[in-house]
Structures are given as C-alpha cells and as structure tokens.
C-alpha cells in the first residue's frame, strides 16, 4: 500500500511551457484533492474530485485543469505556465468528505 | 468567511519539555472537524491529530492532546516530552460539513532543540 504518490518530485519549466503532475492513490478513496503551497503559506486548494468523471474548483483554479478519469488517478495540468505557478504542489486523497485527508510527497515546480 | 489563524510564526522547546501551539478559527457552521497537520523537512504532510467538533472530550493522540473550546473557536496542539524529530511546521486546519474544502492556517515552525 504505497498511499499517494506524485511524480514528479521537482521539475523546471520555462514560461509558456505546459506540463502534467501525476496523482495515484492506492487506498480505493473516491476524494481527491489538488493544492499548492508557496514559501511560509498554508496549502491553498486548486481542484478536487469527488469521484471518477466528477471534478470542481477550489479556492486558487487560474491556471490549471484537471481530469479525474478513473478512481486512482486525478493529474493537473498546467498551462502557459507563469512564474506565479511556482509553488509546492501537493496531491490529497480521502476517503469520504470529512475523512482525514492522505497527502503525498509533493511536487516542487520552479517557473523560470 | 471561514478562515484559520496561527498567530504563532515560529516557536522552539527544549528536548523532553512541552510545547502549546495556537489555532483559532472562524466558521459559521456548527458541524465540522478540525486537524492538525505536520510538515517536516521533508515536506509531506502528515496527519497528527483531529478532533469532531460535536464532541466535547479532547482528542489524544500519544504525547499529543489539543485543547478544543468550541465557544472560543480555539484549537490549541500540545506537545509533550518534545522530540527532535517533532521539529516541523505545523498548519492547524478547518474542514467545515458543508464544504469539500480543507481551510489551512499559515502554520507554525517549531524546532526542538537538544
């Protein structure tokens, strides 16, 4: 049972490029949960999901999108990245709305 | 507007000693539950304790207890015994019953020190 796992766990981009940070999670949990974390913040949500074809926004949705295709799965996809997009970015899951989330490792992205 | 704050930046103990960490927070909904949440050097974010808010008794969790006075909307995190691997932020959190969303605090840095 590996939990969440993200990949990947630091990546570069240049302005305007695009690319997708990969969320599995293992435990069969139907939410789940994308944030993101800039330096000495708390973790502001992006998106999440309350199940398989079944997505909505958070606090801090500009920039991004996502698919929540099968249960396991739920990527981001960052487009015309902007150095506002640099940040930590963390994957959640949990098992039910007032479940204890799960989070994992992290993704540091650096827009440069 | 339901929001968390920690009014606390940064906090450091002495190994073995006890350590309170301040989480007060604003909701208007009678039903939810509250979190604290470490994040240690490593960045992930890992689960300490949590508390219902429908339930008056105090959650424990080993050498973690909080502090939950529902009519203040305080939600203090005591550390007992202070370890050195308990140096790490920690983010107090509010997951209102209405809502999908977990509301984080700023957090608090907290080193131990030998």
């Known amino acids: 049972n590996a939990g969440v796992t993200q990949t990947p766990k630091f990546r570069i981009l240049k302005i305007g490029q695009s690319m997708t940070l990969q969320c599995t999670q293992d435990?069969?949990?139907?939410?789940m949960y994308w944030y993101r974390q800039d330096p000495g913040m708390g973790l502001k949500l992006i998106y999440y999901?309350?199940?398989?074809?079944?997505?909505d926004k958070g606090e801090v949705p500009n920039g991004y999108n996502v698919s929540r295709s099968t249960t396991e799965d739920f990527p981001l996809r960052l487009e015309l990245a902007a150095p506002s997009q640099t940040s930590v970015y963390f994957c959640?899951?949990?098992?039910?709305?007032?479940?204890?989330?799960?989070f994992g490792p992290g993704t540091r992205l650096l827009v440069l | 507007a339901q929001t968390v704050t920690q009014s606390q930046p940064e906090m450091s103990v002495q190994e073995a000693e006890t350590v309170t960490l301040s989480c007060t927070y604003d909701?208007?909904?009678?039903?939810?539950?509250l979190f604290w949440y470490k994040q240690p050097p490593s960045r992930q974010m890992i689960l300490v304790i949590r508390q219902e808010a429908y339930k008056q008794q105090n959650a424990t969790e080993n050498r973690f207890s909080v502090n939950f006075q529902k009519a203040a909307k305080s939600f203090s995190l005591k550390i007992s015994d202070s370890q050195l691997g308990d140096t790490a932020m920690y983010f107090c959190a509010l997951f209102p019953y209405n809502t999908d969303k977990l509301i984080f605090g700023t957090g608090t840095r907290l080193q131990v020190f030998p």
């Open positions: 435990m069969n949990h139907n939410y």
């Open positions: 959640a899951s949990s098992y039910g709305t007032v479940e204890t989330q799960y």
């Open positions: 909701t208007s909904e009678n039903n939810y539950y």
């Open positions: 999901s309350v199940g398989a074809g079944i997505t």
